[in-house]
């Protein structure tokens, strides 16, 4: 599945499950590791558990399964897909970890153009 396709569901998937703070960041021209990265902030370590189950779901309804899935037991999960790594933190270890500093040279992706309207919001 190509990467853009894999943002769309991973990035509505966090937001339909109310992640805050969402964030795709284009590292590919920064690192080997992957192409993009997607960020986002849960309210709760449940929360982080939430959301983590929400974008499995829905990337394996689109037949896609993870490389990896790191941290399930802490307040951030990495959940790999290859071309797209996926991180959810609670607000503490977003913080701590300050990714989007850290990655401050990548590309932001406009999220409004990703993000499906949600019902009933």
Not at 102 to 112: E, H, P, Q, Y
């Amino acid at each position: 599945m190509v990467s853009e396709k894999i943002i769309e569901i991973t990035a509505n998937a966090l937001n339909d499950k109310k992640a805050k703070e969402l964030n795709v960041l284009k590292v590919e021209e920064l690192t080997s590791l992957c192409e993009y990265f997607v960020i986002a902030t849960a309210t709760s370590s449940t929360h982080v558990h939430s959301l983590a189950d929400e974008v499995e779901e829905k990337m394996k309804e689109a037949g896609v399964t993870p490389h990896h899935i790191e941290g399930r037991t802490t307040g951030w999960i990495v959940i790999d897909y290859g071309s797209v790594i996926v991180h959810i933190f609670t607000p503490d270890r977003r913080e701590f970890y300050n990714l989007d500093k850290m990655w401050n040279d990548a590309k932001s992706i406009d999220l409004d153009k990703i993000l499906k309207e949600t019902q009933g919001d």
